[in-house]
């Protein structure tokens, strides 16, 4: 099945810095998806992404999807301590089009 | 309350003891997937049903684990002696069909002593 990479594993910023973070494939990807895990809590849908070089914003977030459908980001501007959690990218991947996760960058914000 | 529950939340139980979840998902929902998470690691795929149909199995999947959704509804996740590596928490998640929003619930966070 499709597996989807994601760098880095951690990072940590002084809160208003900016922060982002990376999923890779090695194989064109149908479809990205974005979720955030507060401390504790489940997985919580942020935004999908089908289109080749597509980009979304939601206020400080931007989401963009690569040219060839390899890779996609997310970049969150000016951070707040309410942006820590670990961010996940899924794809409707596999055999059977199961959805299936990188292993996610933890974000911590120091005020 | 209309999102994804699960029960229990948490559960204790010793090694070589039998344990069952269950999850609702969303009542439109088709699917249902099953997934473990670790400390630190992302949602590991288990299994999924569309309806009642058992489309894939994570070859990780021992054969202690079985899994069932028989009315294309609930699905309960059973782990037969179970061992102190099963300790993680349960995530069950549902959709409206492929490549679309995916819901988690809230999990089962299994202690395996």
């Known amino acids: 099945g499709q597996q989807v990479m994601q760098i880095p594993q951690y990072q940590h910023v002084q809160e208003g810095e900016d922060f982002t973070t990376y999923c890779n494939s090695s194989?064109?990807?149908?479809?990205i998806q974005w979720y955030k895990q507060r401390p504790g809590g489940h997985p919580v849908f942020l935004i999908q992404?089908?289109?080749?070089?597509e980009v979304k914003k939601q206020k400080r977030l931007t989401f963009q999807f690569g040219e060839a459908k390899k890779n996609s980001s997310l970049h969150i501007t000016a951070t707040q301590t309410t942006d820590v959690g670990t961010y996940f990218c899924?794809?409707?991947?596999?055999?059977?089009?199961?959805?299936?996760f990188g292993k996610g960058t933890k974000l911590s914000v120091k005020p | 309350d209309t999102g994804v529950s699960q029960d229990p939340r948490h559960k204790i139980t010793k090694r070589g003891q039998n344990v069952t979840f269950r999850c609702d998902p969303i009542?439109?929902?088709?699917?249902l997937y099953w997934y473990r998470q670790t400390l630190g690691q992302g949602p590991e795929f288990l299994t999924y049903?569309?309806?009642?149909?058992?489309?894939?199995k994570s070859r990780l999947l021992s054969d202690r684990f079985s899994a069932e959704r028989p009315k294309g509804s609930f699905s309960t996740l059973e782990i037969q002696r179970t061992e102190q590596g099963d300790s993680a928490m349960y995530l069950c998640?549902?959709?409206?069909?492929?490549?679309?929003?995916?819901?988690f619930g809230p999990g089962t966070r299994l202690t395996v002593l």
């Open positions: 194989t064109t990807l149908s479809n």
């Open positions: 049903f569309q309806n009642e149909a058992q489309l894939e």
């Open positions: 992404l089908v289109k080749s070089g």
């Open positions: 009542s439109e929902h088709n699917r």
């Open positions: 998640a549902s959709s409206l069909g492929q490549a679309t929003k995916g819901f």
């Open positions: 899924g794809n409707y991947g596999g055999s059977q089009g199961n959805l299936i």
